[in-house]
């Protein structure tokens, strides 16, 4: 999978080398590209934002930095995310619809946002464009929301994970409800010991005791 993130702060993007998502990009499954919107202004200033034309507060970015930077990375196989607090509910569902994609660019707006002729214009060419916000609050920009969905969805990528089973048993998964609580050594911690059910070695009854408490946890939790 390739993808682009158009910002004017590139060095947001730093943790992308590390971890699960440095790994995937070495080893080729993933593709990354970051463009500075700064470098694609028009004029002497690199100004990238002016006022809203109907009055209000803040700043609005300009249509044409974002065509410059965009128009080059658009194709029929790309899916234009572009982060705003107003936009569709980033969930694990469309976490695992784009992990299918091949080509994601994330349109990283600040301010008051990106000028609505830019999402006009690129739907009006018949491109898949997607308006997405990751939860009701408002950021300062789209970077750190791009990264929470490149992580989501990157990890769903066959190759990426390790440990493919532990996709299925993880929270959020197909069945819909969180997962259970987890234990590793030592056996008494702080005098909390682990529950017993879990040294039983009784994988049926260990199954159920743990489809119990992923419920339990959903209840108390939502
Ligand atoms: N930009 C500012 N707030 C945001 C949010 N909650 N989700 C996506 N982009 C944003």
Redesign the pocket.
């Known amino acids: 999978m390739r993808i682009d993130a158009v910002t004017i702060f590139p060095e947001y993007f730093a943790p992308l080398k590390l971890s699960l998502l440095g790994k995937a990009q070495e080893s080729g499954i993933v593709d990354f590209g970051i463009h500075d919107l700064r470098s694609f202004a028009t004029n002497v200033h690199n100004q990238v934002d002016d006022t809203p034309y109907g009055g209000g507060a803040g700043m609005v970015m300009m249509p044409e930095v974002w065509g410059q930077a965009l128009d080059p990375l658009m194709s029929t196989e790309t899916d234009l995310i572009i982060?705003?607090?107003a936009?569709k509910r980033?969930d694990q569902p469309m976490a695992a619809n784009f992990s299918k994609a091949s080509h994601l660019v994330f349109a990283?707006?600040?301010y008051e946002?990106i000028d609505d002729r830019v999402r006009q214009h690129y739907l009006s060419k018949n491109h898949r464009v997607h308006e997405?916000?990751?939860?009701?609050?408002?950021?300062?920009?789209?970077e750190?929301?791009?990264l929470v969905m490149i992580e989501a969805i990157t990890r769903l990528i066959p190759g990426v994970l390790g440990n493919p089973e532990s996709l299925a048993e993880e929270s959020h998964n197909e069945e819909g409800y969180l997962e259970y609580p987890n234990y590793t050594k030592p056996q008494n911690w702080r005098d909390i010991p682990v529950p017993e059910i879990l040294l039983s070695g009784n994988h049926g009854e260990i199954a159920k005791w743990r489809a119990a408490q992923a419920i339990e946890r959903a209840k108390e939790n939502f």
């Open positions: 982060l705003t607090p936009g980033f990283c707006g600040r946002g997405v916000s990751i939860g009701d609050y408002v950021l300062g920009g789209g750190v929301a791009s």
